[in-house]
Each structure stands twice: as C-alpha cells, then as structure tokens.
C-alpha cells in the first residue's frame, strides 16, 4: 500500500510540474500523500519511531515458542569393505557335516631311458592331497522392549535390518581377515622358508620377490608350476604406498631409472581389519585360483544359505472378542504375551579348512607373507 | 570404576530366561542412602540401571531371593527384577573374599577369577558407589552375604579360535594384581537357591 502510495505521489507531482505548478504546489503534494502515508502506516508525527515496533518476542512465549525440541538423526558412518570374494574360493556344503575335497598336486614320474630290449620301469602316481572342512553357525540375538521400539520416534530403529545385515558381513569380513592374519597360518607360512615369507615392508622391489618366489614354485615332484602373484591383501595403512607402487613408471623407492615392472601386474585388497602399526604394516600376495588353480584360502557356505538371515520370533499374541471365537493377528511390535519382547537374530552360516598344523592355509603354494616390519 | 550402577545395553549376558516380578524399591538392597555398611550408599536406582540385588529383609540374610534389575519405574518406586536362575548378566565385582570386621578392609581376595566361582551381594563399604557384588561370604561386620551367583563367561569371552573364532585364549579366569583389591567387570550366572543345589 506504501509502494501504491509512493507511486501515487510521483504520478501527482510529475502532473503538477507537467502544468508548470510552483514548487510550493509540489511540497503541497508531497505533504498531503505522507499525510496518507503515515494514517495507513499508523506512524503518526508524535510517534517515537518511523517503523513498525515488535511487540512479541520468542521470550514471550516461554512453552509455546522457547521449548524447542528437534531430534533428527543424521547419516551413520560409512563401514569400510574388505572385498575378499576376489580372491577367496568358495565353496557349498550339503550340510553341517565336514566336507572332503581332494586336489591332485603333482605329476606323474618323468620318463627314463630305456635301452635295447629294456623293460620300462613302473612308475607312481602321488596321493591326493586331502582337505575338510565345514560350516559353522554364526549367531547374534537382540531383545527390545515392544515400548523401547514404540517410543522411538526418530526412526533409531528403522533401519536396524540393515544394520544386522552389516553386522553379518563385518563378521563375514574379520572371519576372513583372520584366517590371513591368524598366528598359525603365519607360522605355517614362515615355516616354507625364504621362497614364502619376508618381513620387508612394501616396496615395489618386494612386491617383485613375492612375485619370483611364486615363479620358483614346485610342486611335490619337484616340477615347476604355474603360481603367479595377482592379489596383493595389505594393511589400510599402505593405501598411499599401493597407488604410488602402480601409478610409477620407475621403482618409486630407488633413485635410479629402473622400470616398474610390477606396476600394473596386481591387484590390490585393503584389509580393513588386519592390525599393525606404521611403519611395520603387513601385507600379503596371493594367486589368482582360477588361473592357476592353486586355492590359497576356501570360504565355504551352506547350499541354501547364501547371505544372512534376519530372524525374527513370531508374536504368540493374538487379539480377541470372546473366549471362543478366533482370534486376530497384531503387530510384531507387541513381542511376545509374557513381557512384550520383541526377539531378532541374525543367522549365518559359513567355514574353511582349520588345522593345527596349517592355519587355514589351504594351499601355501598360493601364498606369500610379509610381516613388514624390515626398513 | 564404577561409580554407578552398571547400565547401557550389553549387560544382558544370555538370552534368557527371564522371570519377571516387581517389587518395592524399598524391598531391595544394598540401594540408596545408608544402603552400605557402616555408612554411605551404593548408588540411588534410576530407570536404565540393571544392578545386582538381594530382596527382602536382611535379618533373613544370607537367605534372600537375589535378581538383576530389569527396569525401575521412580513414580512409583517398582522395581521389575529378572529373578530366573542361570540368567547371566555383566555386574562389577569386587575380588575381596574376607574382610577384618575390626578395620573393615580387605584381608582376603580371589586372585584367580574364574568361572564356578561364588559371587556375593555385598554391603560392605569397601565396595565403592555402583558396585553391590563381591567374593566375599561375609559383610565388613561379619554377617553372612546372600549368595547371588557364580561368575561365568561372557559372550565373546570363549576360546573360539578352533572355529575361526577371534578368541585365542578364554578371557577367563580374570587375575588381578596378586592380594590387591580390585574391581571386575564380569559375567555372573544368577541362582536363586542361597547356593544350596550345585551349578
């Protein structure tokens, strides 16, 4: 309305001044549209101010306005992954019971000269070599109160299934880490002597002696085999280390012109689980299974049991209209009849090859470790 | 240190049984002001505490029902219990076994924590705010403690290394600092039967 009234105002005076009014005529106008102006506006000449004063305050109001209340939840953290399924060979049992699985890790004998009229000498042929394992039930139940859950308006439950979901595959993930890491694997390894294990910390230079001490491997017979370095499993704290690695056309840690041979030749897995403490951070090489068909580590599973189950306990409550007529379904979230719990559990099932001797080292011919802890 | 009654939400150690009756918050002790001996208290109950208690009179002492606190309404002063024999939840214990009546301090202690063992409701002074267990039979001034139950483990306290488990050693027995007053955090099955019947 003020606007209208301003604009008013200068359409009157341009009028005025176009008729060749006197500038007392203009002041006149002037005068008179403020007048209007401060009747609309309530600002009168014997106001205290010239704008509109407030006269109700936040504080005013000391329930209605000033108990503010606002919970929100806000984004969880992001868990890191340990993407294993790369270089783990799975596996599916039929049951709980142990499995067997047999592998042929040699050849047969080498020919031998025979003379004139010579009779061929019998030759032999090497034993299977035998592994078992089986799975195991990996559990975690969780008990709410049906009013812990009804009174969680900011929704701190709304996603607990997936939460229990993660929860089953960080366990997945640290099983797997720890039959790496684990002290008999490690000392099963180091037990293969200089062509299994180093303690040097991770250089392009070592990455290329895991890498020939895979090209020396032999089987029982003493024949060469196929073992070539393709995963490299390494602390989170040689991430840097890793890309620095690949991404040199020269050996990063030499100040000569040798080329990085090694450079693009592997793939690396961050083992978000694996403990140490820099500088001496581990790391691991491993064979690709399917290439070679040495399975340095198996991950076994139960046909039909593919991922985690979330389970929840059915509610033995009903509701009713009389003693005699059926009842009706409720919602899960009354628990059970006696206190109102409400019962969920993950399930899952998985395994590996275990032995006192070998850690879960299904095969060491797949493996080389370094503890990293020489400069 | 405790300080206070154990709370949060891993004290619940097995995933049952759960039998549950409420009481007065009067009817359960050591509670409140004056609740230890000579003089102090343990703690004041509030609703998310799960302490240890024995129920009813201490003149009954040492034969007192004995439960773990569920929930503790404080309009109304209930206190639901779980009072299930063998439910196991995690409680502070004292290692003390055996105090001097005269001075009141430890002269006894448990240096080898391990599952089977007694565990006590005790009102002895020496146990400090938030903590209501001991390994002792008897109190500061020579009467017999309720016996509450039998340290056990917690859930991921066993060896389970052969299965692919973390635990290459059990976590338990605990051992303290030899002859030295020290509180535990550990697991305790509770009984109900004053230690009458065996585990």
Redesign the interface.
């Known amino acids: 309305m003020r606007k209208i009234l301003s604009m008013l105002q200068e359409i009157r005076q341009l009028q005025v001044k176009a008729k060749g009014g006197m500038e007392a005529q203009l002041a006149e106008v002037a005068d008179k549209y403020r007048y209007f102006d401060e009747q609309l506006s309530g600002i009168t000449p014997t106001s205290t101010g010239t704008a509109i004063e407030e006269v109700m305050t936040s504080a005013d109001f000391t329930y209605a306005i000033q108990e503010f209340i606002q919970r929100l939840m806000i984004p969880a953290y992001q868990a890191k992954r340990f993407d294993f399924e790369q270089f783990m060979k799975p596996d599916l049992t039929p049951n709980f019971l142990p499995v067997t699985r047999y592998q042929r890790r040699a050849g047969l004998d080498d020919l031998e000269y025979v003379g004139e009229k010579g009779e061929a000498r019998p030759g032999s042929v090497p034993d299977a070599t035998k592994r078992q394992y089986k799975v195991?039930v990996w559990e975690k139940?969780f008990?709410f109160?049906m009013r812990a859950l009804v009174n969680d308006d900011l929704g701190y439950f709304s996603d607990f299934a997936t939460a229990m979901g993660q929860a089953a595959r960080a366990s997945l993930e640290?099983?797997v880490s720890?039959?790496l890491w684990?002290?008999t694997s490690l000392a099963f390894i180091v037990g293969g002597g200089a062509l299994y294990f180093q303690n040097g910390r991770l250089t392009s230079s070592r990455i290329a002696e895991a890498r020939m001490a895979f090209n020396q491997r032999i089987d029982a017979r003493g024949n060469p085999i196929a073992a070539t370095l393709k995963y490299l499993v390494h602390h989170a704290g040689l991430v840097d280390t890793v890309r620095m690695i690949r991404q040199s056309t020269l050996i990063p840690e030499l100040a000569t012109n040798a080329a990085n041979v090694i450079a693009g030749d592997f793939v690396p897995v961050e083992d978000p689980y694996v403990a140490g403490i820099a500088p001496n951070l581990p790391w691991y090489a491993l064979v690709d299974w399917r290439a070679t068909g040495i399975v340095p580590f198996v991950l076994a599973r139960r046909q039909g049991i593919p991922a985690p189950l979330l389970l929840r306990r059915k509610s033995d409550v009903e509701t009713m209209t009389s003693l005699t007529a059926a009842g009706g379904g409720v919602s899960p979230l009354m628990g059970d009849f006696?206190?109102g719990?409400v019962?969920v559990k993950i399930h899952d099932e998985w395994?590996?090859y275990?032995s006192a001797n070998d850690g879960?080292v299904f095969d060491i011919q797949g493996v080389y470790y370094s503890a990293g802890t020489a400069a | 240190m405790p300080n206070h009654f154990i709370t949060g939400t891993d004290w619940?150690q097995s995933?049952g049984p759960?039998i549950?009756r409420m009481v007065h918050l009067t009817d359960v002790w050591p509670e409140g002001d004056g609740s230890e001996l000579p003089a102090g208290d343990k703690d004041h109950l509030a609703n998310g505490d799960h302490p240890a208690f024995a129920i009813g009179s201490k003149a009954n002492r040492p034969n007192n029902l004995v439960g773990v606190v569920m929930?503790y309404e404080d309009d109304a002063t209930l206190v639901i219990l779980n009072m299930a024999d063998k439910f196991i939840s995690r409680q502070w214990v004292l290692n003390v076994t055996h105090y001097n009546t005269g001075s009141k301090a430890a002269d006894g202690w448990d240096n080898n924590l391990a599952p089977g063992d007694p565990v006590y409701v005790d009102d002895s002074a020496l146990l400090p705010a938030g903590m209501t267990l001991s390994m002792a039979p008897l109190n500061n001034a020579g009467s017999p403690n309720p016996l509450f139950g039998y340290i056990w483990y917690c859930q991921g306290d066993y060896a389970d290394?052969?299965?692919?488990g973390?635990n290459?050693a059990a976590k338990l027995p605990v051992v303290p600092v030899y002859n030295t007053t020290t509180e535990v955090l550990l697991c305790v099955m509770q009984v109900n039967d004053s230690g009458q019947s065996s585990l």
């Open positions: 195991e139940q008990d109160s640290k099983y720890r039959m684990n002290a006696a206190t719990n019962v395994g590996t275990i879960n | 619940e995933s759960i549950s929930t290394e052969g299965v692919g973390k290459h």
